[in-house]
């Protein structure tokens, strides 16, 4: 892989040159948190950014994206899917959050493939960044494997103090650096730099999980009757915000609107949330995940059990928003290392018949 | 942020209905309607029982409704057997032949034929659950040949809500079909058999590892049905089952079916009994 150098004093006029050709989004600061959004000024990034309120999965995945347009005044029905292509740069994206987009580009590539998300996928152009520091003590990266450089991305950036190490990812990215000035190639030096800075980030980071996550879908699946799910539902005020910080959920609602001619108008996708009250609810009122605790099962089942069998990824990246966010202060890291607890016994039992 | 029209880009949606015209309006009891829709000219249309469409009122929105037509009866042409019971639903009743109307799909797995074949069929409609299962009757009927028995015991709350009387008449009337129908709540008229569905199951003798039993009704049914099918020593693998639930986008994205590790509108709706017992979300 190609790796470059830009002198850090260049990184402004670059991202000036980025901004005018693309819809340059990135970090930036709102109040005392940071947000992914349109960057104008190049003093407005936050490369310092811990972490985000959303993930930038809002800029592939809108919290509400119309699919299709209407209008039924005519003898036929004209509609038309829309599609969102503008050339956009998602600047700065956490290598956790690029986990996650990867796992997106499967639910939304496999099966039936999704032309709104793909469209939008691929007319996004992301430069990631590699974390040097844990982003909060939320996060968990390490023990998920998202620490480190995934693929997906068509430029990654390390801090090395005074210039920044930028590896290719693809053909884009290379269009990308193009806007740069002052870009070399790296020496020995940098190279040598670059290692020392990976090797000190390392240990900085713990992991949290008393266990590997290949032992996830078993895990999950053998604790599919354990009471730690009702006290985690008793807890559970069922009120989604995991969902909506979460970088992998993808559930959708859809809607239709119409215009004040009653003729005319769009449907739209939003947002949905698993862990909501009538998420399962069918006609006639029945509801087959009609307890919070139920539901919260779900949650782990799909990201920890499913998403892996069914993508090879881990549904979960680590990145800690959820716990954060919680209201109730329910963590994964929490919920899985007490799942493990409770199933040491049980193995170890096993062991025992088996010698 | 402009979007852009589709037209330009040669981009195909998997949320775009295609447009179809309303042909024949029926009603089937108070609540039920049985709307045929045509496909346009030179449309292809081809599905299996079991399966389900995305139906599309624009401006009201879409709902997954199960095809109630047998393939081997229609060729440009499906039926849709709907209750109204909600907005889309409502704005289905109030449809007339010559109106146009959005169809998704067919989606789903459909009954598994092949797996049918040269089994005693035993088939256990609740209510509204004979919509989807009068696609696989038919079908079954039309190639009769290649099975055994056919029983069909129908459940319904009151007489009037029985569907389809029509075509339950020439089913009593054929010899290679044995029809029983019951009802909770009887009214005057009613000389039939009074009770919920599972009495149905004291009459009948069935050879138990040769028969297929399919059922399909409201959510409460199913248990009981099944502790029946298992009583008569229905092997797991060979009762099936249709399950109703809110598929949003019908092609595996939206998670609105998903039970456990299963998408319902691409797995489903059409399980084995074996296939999901273990799963809490699926029958409670």
Redesign the interface.
């Known amino acids: 892989m190609t790796l470059k150098i830009l002198p850090k004093k260049a990184l402004p006029a670059w991202l000036d040159g980025l901004h005018a050709n693309y819809?340059l989004v990135g970090p930036r600061a709102k109040q005392e948190n940071f947000v992914f959004d349109v960057i104008q000024n190049a003093e407005d990034l936050r490369l310092d950014y811990n972490t985000t309120i959303l993930p930038p999965k809002k800029v592939l995945l809108p919290q509400q994206e119309?699919?299709?347009?209407?209008d039924?005044s005519k003898d036929?029905?004209q509609?038309?899917?829309?599609?969102?292509?503008?050339p956009t740069v998602l600047f700065g994206v956490h290598t956790c959050d690029m986990h996650a987009i990867n796992l997106m580009d499967q639910?939304?590539g496999q099966?039936?493939?999704?032309?709104?998300y793909q469209?939008r996928r691929q007319h996004t152009a992301i430069v990631t960044l590699e974390c040097l520091n844990p982003c909060t003590e939320f996060c968990f990266c390490k023990s998920m494997e998202t620490l480190s450089v995934p693929e997906g991305f068509d430029l990654h950036i390390t801090d090395l103090g005074n210039v920044l190490a930028i590896e290719i990812g693809s053909g884009q990215g290379l269009t990308l650096l193009q806007h740069a000035k002052m870009v070399r190639d790296a020496g020995p030096k940098d190279y040598q730099h670059l290692q020392d800075v990976m090797s000190e980030k390392w240990p900085r980071f713990a992991y949290q999980l008393d266990f590997d996550i290949t032992e996830l879908p078993s895990l999950i699946a053998l604790s599919?009757k354990t009471e730690v799910w009702d006290s985690l539902g008793d807890r559970c005020l069922g009120c989604g915000i995991c969902n909506v910080v979460c970088p992998t959920c993808?559930?959708?609602?859809?809607?239709?609107e119409?215009d004040f001619d009653?003729?005319s108008?769009s449907?739209y996708?939003i947002w949905?949330s698993?862990q909501l009250d009538r998420?399962?609810?069918?006609?006639?009122g029945?509801d087959?995940?009609s307890s919070r605790a139920?539901r919260l099962r779900?949650r782990f089942?799909?990201k920890f059990?499913?998403q892996p069998?069914?993508y090879k990824i881990v549904g979960c990246v680590g990145c800690g928003r959820c716990a954060q966010e919680c209201l109730v202060h329910i963590s994964p890291v929490d919920v899985l290392n007490e799942l493990y607890r409770r199933q040491v016994p049980f193995a170890s039992i096993e062991q025992e018949v088996l010698v | 942020?402009?979007?852009?029209?589709?037209?330009k880009?040669k981009?195909?949606?998997?949320?775009?209905?295609s447009?179809m015209l309303v042909s024949r309006v029926e009603s089937v009891t108070e609540l039920e309607k049985l709307i045929t829709i045509e496909l346009p000219e030179g449309g292809s249309f081809q599905h299996r029982p079991g399966q389900f469409v995305e139906v599309s009122l624009?401006?009201?929105?879409?709902a997954p409704i199960s095809i109630s037509s047998s393939p081997s009866r229609t060729t440009n042409s499906f039926e849709l057997c709907v209750?109204r019971?909600?907005s889309v639903?409502n704005a289905i009743h109030a449809l007339s032949p010559g109106d146009?109307i959005?169809i998704r799909g067919p989606f789903g797995n459909g009954f598994p034929m092949e797996r049918f074949r040269g089994k005693d069929l035993l088939f256990a409609p609740g209510g509204l659950g004979l919509a989807p299962l009068r696609s696989l009757i038919n079908e079954v009927i039309d190639d009769r040949g290649n099975f055994g028995r056919v029983v069909i015991l129908y459940g319904a709350r009151h007489p009037s809500e029985l569907l389809f009387r029509d075509e339950l008449e020439t089913w009593k009337e054929r010899d290679d079909v044995e029809l029983h129908v019951t009802v909770d709540r009887p009214d005057e008229y009613w000389k039939g058999k009074v009770g919920v569905i599972t009495t149905l199951f004291y009459d009948i003798q069935i050879h138990p590892r040769n028969t297929v039993a399919v059922t399909c009704g409201?959510?409460v049914m199913y248990r009981y049905v099944i502790m029946e099918l298992l009583g008569k020593s229905v092997p797991e693998g060979n009762i099936w089952l249709s399950l109703?639930?809110?598929m949003?986008?019908g092609?595996?994205?939206?998670?609105?079916c998903?039970?456990?590790?299963i998408y319902t509108c691409?797995d489903g709706p059409v399980f084995s009994y074996s296939q999901i017992k273990?799963l809490?979300?699926?029958l409670?």
């Open positions: 819809r119309t699919i299709l347009q209407f039924t036929f029905h509609v038309e899917p829309v599609f969102e292509d503008t639910v939304f099966g039936y493939p999704d032309a709104h469209t599919y993808n559930c959708f609602d859809v809607i239709d119409v009653l003729q108008g449907r996708r949905d698993c998420f399962c609810s069918v006609a006639g029945h087959f995940r139920n779900h089942l799909h059990k499913y069998e069914t | 942020m402009k979007p852009i029209l589709a037209e880009m981009l195909l949606s998997i949320y775009q209905p447009t624009l401006g009201v929105g879409e209750r019971v909600g639903t146009l959005g409201p959510p109703e639930r809110r949003k986008c092609v595996g994205k939206c998670g609105h998903q039970m456990g590790s691409l273990h809490e979300e699926a409670s």
